[in-house]
């Protein structure tokens, strides 16, 4: 139980800074024991402000304050005065120098929140607010400063010394140390600060801008990642210049780097000219990454790079403008992404994810809005919500403006605001005056929370060859959120004749050859829309391309889905029919009596996809994959795991068996395409062919197994190993899973990023993750409860993805959790916050295990000293 509540923080208590800080010169000692932190600010009274006379105040956390020195002249102890997470100094003049001391010990920093150490080298993550755990400071975002930064450490054990912006000078010190100083030109909120050092290796590459400046590009890893390093350096590359080509974004420094670290809370962070990242988001080799890995890579690097502009040049005023720069740059980092592979295929990942876990949140105890109106403790808002939906949020503009404006907005975007730090409605705004449209419903879409629901019925009338859409919306009630307002939302359509041909969409009885596919603009709760000129009845295919994040409701019939599967010309939608026709046969099977035979048309769709090889490969990959249980808890009302996964297991089985000649074929089919490669035809046909194994060892086919085996021992990269590997783990041929298991991690166990793999697939098993063995992987020696993706790779595996292993009527996944969340919110709070979110969504589930979920957040909510992170957490799931 937490004695004294967190304070909540809302947006409309924003006020502008009363100072403003316009240099900052650090000095930073590194020792063993601790680390010594000069800060010097140049400091005035910013003339915005209305708080005249308004005392000093800088934020701190876990400091040890050494001395404090205004213009020259250190204070004496009644000048400031240090209130809990605050330094005050009472009385400045209008303009000053400020210098603090401070003392801290990264050896002890296991929250991983400003600087730290990591596999013996001290690194710093300052977003969102870690800087002030390094010096006192006015720690937010819209106090923008020029930062130049002197590192000082022992030369052997810390060779490398960096920071922001350009190296400036270095040299000996006594005693065998040595200093480098950087300067960052750039003025940048605090947590964009950045610092690493240790001894690593460095990989050096360049880069030519668009107007011919050579830019230093460099890697800083450990010795024994020095191979891993090619992927991650050719994907900045094709960042860097599709940044140029697509938004007109040339880089600013002259070096770019980027560092790897293996203790790291997220993915990796965008520090200026130093990103940083999470080794398992960074390196990569063929045998040791999957396929998925390498996307992962490329999207992250991706997006670290386009915060240069999106997040770096202009920045957020506050915290609850998250989205301005997450949104955008996610925008920006799948539009990379599809244009570096297959589009359709990015866009169905995008979707899955959206409509599995972003809808989940949405739904959820902790919705909010794009732009959150308040927040206990901003660690917890870097959700899919602000994340993703930000993304799609984006996308609709997009969609709404079309690639010219969209991009003559972006233009003026930057443009305007280059140097500022600003809100989501200034981004609106530069997109409404490039565009001459408006957007003030469209602004909704910032301030609402929830998922929107789209109705559609339709009316045929063969004699006028009249074809009528009803389409309703409206926004379920969210926490503190009801009565919503209609949303703008672009609804992308397409209609087809009986043969499966497009028609044209008229609008009027006049027109004659209207588009074969429309963005209708639905502003109101109900529009009726009209198409003519139609001599049969219409197949409706909506919302293409996932046009906007919304659930659609429409009586699709099973044969209606079948011919989207085959004819629409929308790759999305056709994927999008056979999910829904799988989710409808798997649905069915729940509400009906034991042996209820599954639908003959589902097989037959699913053979069609298996034999037609003039088919996308890309596509039937992902078409094949049936939904996942955490979607199709997500669509219950009342989720009973062992329900659905028992009945997604049968239409697996029953798939299997039927198709097991077509499944031998395309695993055949798929090895024989020959050398390593990483195209996406590649990928498609490593995915194919691991599906193909994972469906025949779910039969237990012994011909599957001989596969898998084969497979294991002889592949030559990662995806294939990991496939073949998975299919064990995942089947009942108990003695090979466990041959396997261990002669997998004797090959790889001193590879970190491989060892979280193999935890993971474990973990996520329903036939290898049961209790008793998840609770021994936490006793294995390869186990750090210290190391994020560690904790991750087997908890967060476990209650994320092995729903059937999690979710026991007995509440003993539960406990768990919560047992392990409380020993976790001691050490590190934010992966606390996160590995408990499973269980905020107990009223999801049927009483008996709701009531269960709801008494191990009880448990949580019990404890002593309770972080603020899983506080506000518990707190919001249990109102
Ligand atoms: N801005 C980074 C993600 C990030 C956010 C918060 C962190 O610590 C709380 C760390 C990284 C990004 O979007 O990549
Ligand atoms: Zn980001």
């Not at 092995?802 to 392990?820: E, I, M, R, T």
């Not at 269980?839 to 709701?850: H, V």
Request: with cysteine; hydrophobic share 40%.
């Amino acid at each position: 139980m937490r004695t004294n509540q967190p304070q909540t923080i809302y947006l409309n208590e924003y006020q502008v800074p009363a100072y403003l800080v316009d240099h900052v010169d650090l000095r930073f000692e590194l020792f063993e024991d601790g680390a010594r932190v000069h800060s010097t600010m140049t400091v005035r009274k910013n003339p915005e402000s209305s708080q005249a006379d308004a005392p000093l105040e800088l934020n701190g956390d876990s400091l040890k304050l050494e001395s404090v020195t205004l213009d020259g002249s250190q204070l004496a102890g009644d000048a400031y005065e240090e209130q809990g997470d605050k330094l005050v100094v009472h009385t400045v003049p209008a303009q000053f120098e400020l210098n603090v001391v401070t003392w801290i010990e990264p050896q002890n920093n296991t929250r991983l929140e400003g600087l730290y150490k990591s596999s013996g080298m001290f690194c710093t993550q300052c977003e969102a607010e870690g800087f002030r755990c390094i010096t006192y400071y006015p720690d937010r975002p819209d106090v923008m400063a020029v930062f130049r930064t002197r590192v000082e450490a022992d030369k052997a054990d810390y060779p490398i010394l960096l920071s922001n912006g350009n190296p400036i000078e270095q040299g000996e010190l006594e005693g065998g140390r040595h200093f480098v100083t950087w300067e960052d030109p750039f003025p940048k909120p605090a947590y964009l600060f950045a610092l690493v050092a240790g001894d690593l290796v460095e990989k050096k590459d360049t880069f030519t801008t668009c107007s011919g400046r050579s830019i230093d590009l460099r890697m800083y890893v450990e010795p024994r990642n020095s191979a891993k390093c090619d992927f991650a350096m050719d994907a900045l590359k094709r960042s860097m210049r599709w940044d140029e080509e697509v938004y007109g974004r040339e880089y600013d420094l002259d070096i770019f780097m980027i560092v790897a670290v293996d203790d790291f809370n997220m993915g990796a962070m965008e520090n200026k000219g130093l990103n940083i990242f999470n080794s398992s988001c960074v390196l990569a080799s063929q045998e040791t990454a999957t396929d998925a890995s390498f996307q992962r890579i490329e999207a992250i690097v991706a997006h670290e790079y386009f915060h240069n502009w999106s997040g770096n040049r202009v920045t957020c005023r506050d915290w609850f403008q998250l989205s301005l720069k997450e949104g955008f740059t996610v925008f920006r980092d799948a539009q990379f992404s599809a244009d570096m592979g297959s589009p359709t295929v990015k866009r169905i990942e995008d979707a899955t994810l959206l409509r599995t876990a972003q809808f989940a949140e949405d739904a959820g105890p902790m919705a909010h809005p794009v732009r959150p109106a308040s927040y206990m403790e901003i660690s917890n808002f870097y959700t899919l919500t602000i994340y993703e939906k930000g993304a799609e949020v984006v996308r609709m503009i997009h969609n709404l403006l079309g690639d010219e404006l969209f991009r003559k907005g972006s233009d003026l975007y930057f443009e305007r605001h280059d140097g500022q730090a600003v809100t989501t409605d200034d981004f609106v705004r530069a997109m409404e005056d490039a565009s001459g449209r408006d957007l003030s419903q469209f602004r909704l879409w910032y301030e609402q929370a929830g998922t929107p629901v789209v109705t559609v019925s339709d009316e045929y009338d063969k004699q006028s060859g009249v074809y009528r859409l009803n389409i309703r919306q409206s926004i379920p009630d969210t926490p503190g959120q009801s009565g919503k307002k209609p949303q703008h939302i672009p609804f992308a359509l397409g209609l087809l004749d009986q043969t499966g041909q497009p028609l044209p969409l008229n609008l009027t009885a006049d027109e004659q050859n209207g588009p074969e596919e429309r963005v209708l603009e639905l502003t109101d709760a109900e529009h009726s829309f009209e198409f003519y000129g139609l001599s049969d009845r219409p197949v409706p295919s909506l919302l293409r391309n996932f046009s906007a994040p919304v659930r659609v409701q429409y009586p699709w019939t099973r044969e209606q889905l079948l011919f989207l599967m085959s004819h629409d010309p929308d790759g999305f939608n056709r994927w999008d029919a056979g999910q829904r026709l799988a989710v409808d046969v798997i649905q069915s099977l729940m509400e009906a009596s034991g042996d209820a035979e599954i639908d003959s048309r589902l097989v037959e769709a699913y053979r069609s996809l298996l034999n037609d090889t003039s088919l996308d490969q890309a596509l039937v990959a992902k078409m094949l994959l049936l939904p996942s249980e955490a979607y199709l808890v997500e669509l219950a009302d009342q989720a009973d795991v062992p329900a659905i996964h028992e009945a997604r297991e049968r239409v697996l089985t029953h798939l299997a068996t039927s198709l097991r000649e077509e499944l031998v074929a395309c695993y055949r089919r798929s090895l024989a395409q020959g050398d390593y490669q990483l195209t996406p035809d590649a990928i498609a046909h490593r995915s194919l062919r691991n599906t193909a194994l994972a469906w025949l060892l779910h039969i237990k086919d012994v011909e599957g197994l001989a596969f898998a085996l084969d497979q294991y021992q002889t592949a030559d990269n990662m995806t294939d190993r990991l496939g073949a590997l998975r299919a064990l783990v995942n089947s009942d041929f108990v003695d090979e899973r466990e041959k396997t298991l261990a002669d997998f991690y004797d090959q790889f166990r001193d590879d970190p990023q491989v060892v979280e793999m193999w935890f993971s697939v474990q973990a996520a098993s329903h036939q290898a993750g049961q209790l008793p063995q998840i609770k021994a992987l936490l006793q294995h020696s390869a186990f750090d409860w210290k190391n994020p993706n560690k904790v991750r790779s087997v908890i967060g595996a476990f209650a994320g993805q092995n729903l059937a292993g999690f979710h026991k009527a007995d509440g003993s996944g539960y406990q768990f959790l919560a047992d392990q969340v409380c020993r976790l919110d001691d050490s590190n709070p934010q992966i606390a916050a996160r590995l408990i979110s499973p269980l905020t969504r107990w009223k999801k589930y049927a009483p008996q295990y709701g009531q269960q979920m709801k008494a191990a957040l009880e448990h949580v909510r019990n404890k002593n000293e309770l972080s603020r992170d899983v506080y506000e957490v518990v707190l919001k799931s249990l109102a």
